[in-house]
């Protein structure tokens, strides 16, 4: 089993920013990603950074040049930090772990941007 903790979310005035963090405890015996996700009402949770095999990073479209996705292995933690943040980025952001083909996911933390 893995747990995924989040923090970090919160409300921030619009070009604000915000870091949100996911540390993972359990039996993460071989990662596959990490990662995050966002999921707005009535929509399909999407993409929003992630790493996969190796140190290879895969940004949305919306968030690149906005957003970063940095990770601490020894801690087996990952990080997204978010810059310049847009009304549009309000939503509920997920952290994933993909363990051993299994995807685990944190209990979500809610990003709001006001205008």
């Known amino acids: 089993q893995v747990q995924l903790v989040e923090s970090g979310g919160g409300l921030v005035q619009a070009g604000g920013s915000l870091r949100l963090s996911c540390a993972a405890s359990g039996s993460l015996f071989i990662i596959n990603a990490m990662g995050w996700y966002r999921q707005a009402p009535g929509k399909q949770r999407e993409l929003v950074a992630t790493?996969?095999?190796?140190?290879?990073?895969n940004y949305a479209d919306s968030v690149k040049g906005r957003f970063t996705i940095s990770r601490d292995n020894a801690k087996n933690t990952v990080h997204l930090q978010m810059n310049s943040l847009k009304p549009e980025d309000t939503t509920v952001y997920y952290c994933n772990f993909r363990v051993m083909g299994f995807d685990y996911w944190g209990q979500g933390t809610q990003v709001t941007v006001s205008s």
């Open positions: 790493f996969s095999s190796g140190s290879s990073t």
